[in-house]
Nanobody, 123 residues
Framework: QVQLVESGGGLVQAGGSLRLSCAAS????????VGWFRQAPGKEREFVAA????????NYADSVKGRFTISRDNAKNTVSLQMNSLKPEDTAIYYC????????????????WGQGTQVTVSS
């Protein structure tokens, strides 16, 4: 499996931006699709965005389309999530995860998970 470490979380005002990074080690990173998920207190974990193994295909939750952008750099073994126009409802712990599945939106298809990074958006 691949090991994942997230970074870049923090506290930001509504309307602001943050860039999350997911650094991978272990197995060949370019063999994996990578997704971002988030979990707010008292809520189920939800899909946010995902990118396939070569970056040619991306998926976004409706709630973040047009505001978030996922990208990857296989040479650096990293995936980034640029988050713009942040809203208080974006507050959550954000996790990156890796999958060998063609389907990128199901959390059950992801075998490797990072420890998460907290994002807090104040109103």
């Amino acid at each position: 499996q691949v090991q994942l470490v997230e970074s870049g979380g923090g506290l930001v005002q509504a309307g602001g931006s943050l860039r999350l990074s997911c650094a991978a080690s272990g197995r060949t990173f370019s063999n994996y699709g990578v997704g971002w998920f988030r979990q707010a207190p008292g809520k189920e974990r939800e899909f946010v965005a995902a990118i396939n193994l070569n970056g040619a295909r991306t998926n976004y939750a409706d709630s973040v389309k047009g505001r978030f952008t996922i990208s990857r750099d296989n040479a650096k073994n990293t995936v980034s999530l640029q988050m713009n126009s942040l809203k208080p409802e974006d507050t959550a712990i954000y996790y990156c995860a890796a999958t060998r599945s063609f389907v990128l939106t199901r959390s059950s298809d992801y075998a490797s998970w990072g420890q998460g990074t907290q994002v807090t958006v104040s109103s």
